[in-house]
């Protein structure tokens, strides 16, 4: 293409009289000044107000980033200094080296590294949406922010943001270097399939090399597609290798035999789930992009067929991006819902055409209509329920937290803000976008002032972690836990003690009798209403308290208790 092509996107068709290759390429100036305005707010909502102890999930990848702070780097991550063959330890490694500037694993430096991977994941978003039009690529923003998987897995410790952004990255450059004519651009993707495979395993390398492989067949260049994907399979031959041959240095050919199970053949073994779990969990987990994707497509389902213009043009690669990892990730027996981010930069992308098109008609042009009213109303909504937790929180056991009182200030200003741009905007081109985005800062409050805060109450472990350390205080004494873990509710107990700590673990009752004096016996309650008469009569219960949601019970025997 020549250097003075222009191109530019009014309403669904391309004007060959607007902005320049530069600006289809994503370079230009006002891009890259939204690019780092999106960068710098999604590092800021997605880092604020972390919640102030490990749970959940995450709070295997903290003890993971404690243990190598205390013992350093090694190529897998560890648990009581035993390696964890379920993942590389690259991203524990980064929040290795953020820690070491903060001198602890705390909550922020464990999640930065997924905030920035999010932030940048915006950005590429906004990029492939503005090489068609800026505000398709505002649209796509907004609609990942309000895509509930997205913004709670980057408020979090997250392994498969990494291999969303590498997905995100590699589309971005097959797509622009299609565009621009750019084709050096096309040799960094050898470089990030290789990084994501260092960040998540095999499955690092193989989503984002099926979307590239899928955007090339969709094209209709086949050579191209058969050689991305030959490249694709030695570069995982290659990094296969180099992990097995890590995980063998680390500990052994045991150990490399469970690397093995856990990244590829443990997989597909049988699960729970049926093969439909990722079409259907999406509606809810990937709302609102996935179910108003599902409406562009099909009423558009004609159009991105023929290809009848660029923008529909650019629908069709990103719904073949959605449906391989789909597809592709519905094979495996293993399925988490977090597997699929990397589909929601193309859901949001697709999702954002309802407010990119001006000439949309029909059932688009009224669920666009009941979107806005929606993002209207919701901040209304949200503070009427915002106001039953502040009157009724106390009666379902929750503390009102100053949380509460700053999300409901701010919802009433968004309230004020609303108004405003019905009556100041009204007929104006770029209404929608504004009411779009009030709703996306209402749905932001909701979880962080809201959302978060309850769930820190159902799930918090630290409270039960703290009576443990007194007891501890009081009375010196080893921790062990009966009938838990490894790897289950011991884990939030540890990553939450702050200190270095290898439990026992015991799994006969019988066993609790040939422990030492000095041990404090932590179980489920129900595990220890269980003990057999004789042993629960040897038995003194310490206190009852909750590790995450379950009901747990510290013990010990009574000759302990009763000792001086």
Known sequence: MSGSVTVSMEGNQLNPEGLSITSVSGESKQCQRDSLVIFLFGF????????????????????????????????????????????????TFAIYLVSLLLGKVTPFSAVLPTAVTSALILVVTYRIGAIQSRKWGLAAVLFALSTHLFFSESRSISLDQYVSLITVLCFYLV????????????????????????SRGPIGLIIPTAVVCSYYLWAGEFKKSIVMGLMALSLLIICSVGLLAAAYVQAGEVFAKRVINAQAAGRMVQSKENQFFYWYRCLSDCAASYPLAILVVVAGFKNILKRESNGYKLIGYLVSWILIVLIGMSVPADKKIRYILPIVPALSLVAAYLLVDS?????????????????????????????GILFFGKYFGLDVDVHYLIALLLLIGLI??????KRRLKDHPNQDMALAAVGVAAFIIVNIGIAEPVSLAIECTKPFVEKVK???????????????????EDIKFVANYDKPIKPVFIKNAEDLLQQSLQVYFIALQKRFDDLPKEIAQRMQVQFYGKIGHKDCVVFSRKDFSEKD
Do not use: H
């Open 359 to 387: 000439s949309i008609k029909g059932v688009l042009f009224e669920t666009k209509r009941t979107v806005l009213s929606i993002c209207s109303f919701l901040p209304l909504l949200a503070s009427v329920a915002t106001v």
């Open 470 to 488: 007194s007891l501890q205080k009081e009375r010196p004494g080893e921790i062990a836990f009966y009938q838990i873990g490894p790897d289950a």
């Open 175 to 198: 797509y622009s270097a299609g565009i621009s004519g750019k084709r050096k651009r096309l040799w960094f993707i050898p470089l990030l399939l290789v990084a994501g495979f260092s």
């Open 44 to 91: 800021v909502i997605f880092t604020f107000a972390l919640t102030p102890e490990f749970i959940r999930l995450q709070a295997r990848f903290a003890l993971f980033a404690q243990e190598m702070f205390r013992n350093g780097p090694t190529f897998f991550p560890t648990t009581y200094q035993i390696p964890y063959p379920d993942y590389p330890s690259t991203s």
């Open 416 to 421: 004020i803000i609303t108004g405003i741009v």
